[in-house]
C-alpha cells in the first residue's frame, strides 16, 4: 500500500512562492498519475495539477502559468511549484495518486477525483494579501 505524504506548505504574501513535495513509500507510485488536488475552507476539492507516467501534464486554469508539476519517480516524489501566489490560492494541498497505472491518461481522467485511490494527508498553504 502506498503512503503519500505533502510537505512545503506556509505562510507568504501574496506574489510569493512555496514549492510542495509529495513524496511516496510503498510501489506503484512511478506508474500512476499523480495528481495535486486542494480544498479552501468552505469549498469542494478541487483540481489543480497532475503528470502522467507519461509525463503528460494538466493544469487548471487558474493556475497555468504559475504553477509547475514535475515528478522524479527514482525517488518517489512529485513536486509542486507555486509562483506568483495569491490569496485565492489559500488552501489544503493534498496529493494523490491514481488507482490504476498510466503511462498516459486524458485531462478527463486527471481531473476526476474518484481515480485517485490514495491521498495524503495535506499541506496548508497561506497567501495573505
Known amino acids: 500500500q502506498v503512503q503519500l505524504v505533502e510537505s512545503g506548505g506556509g505562510s507568504v504574501q501574496a506574489g510569493g512562492s512555496l514549492r510542495l513535495s509529495c513524496t511516496a513509500s510503498?510501489?506503484?507510485?512511478?506508474?500512476?498519475?499523480v495528481g495535486w488536488w486542494r480544498q479552501a475552507p468552505g469549498k469542494e476539492r478541487e483540481f489543480v495539477a497532475a503528470?502522467?507516467?507519461?509525463?503528460?501534464?494538466y493544469y487548471a486554469d487558474d493556475v497555468k502559468g504559475r504553477f509547475t508539476i514535475s515528478r522524479d519517480n527514482a525517488k518517489t516524489t512529485v513536486w509542486l511549484q507555486m509562483n506568483s501566489l495569491k490569496p485565492d490560492d489559500m488552501a489544503t494541498y493534498y496529493c494523490?495518486?491514481?488507482?490504476?497505472?498510466?503511462?498516459?491518461?486524458?485531462?478527463?481522467?486527471?481531473?476526476?477525483?474518484?481515480?485517485?485511490?490514495?491521498w495524503g494527508q495535506g499541506t496548508q498553504v497561506t497567501v495573505s494579501a
Open positions: 494523490a495518486k491514481s488507482r490504476r497505472t498510466a503511462f498516459f491518461a486524458s485531462r478527463a481522467y486527471v481531473t476526476t477525483q474518484s481515480v485517485y485511490e490514495t
Open positions: 503528470i502522467s507516467r507519461g509525463g503528460e501534464i
Open positions: 510503498g510501489r506503484g507510485f512511478s506508474e500512476a498519475v
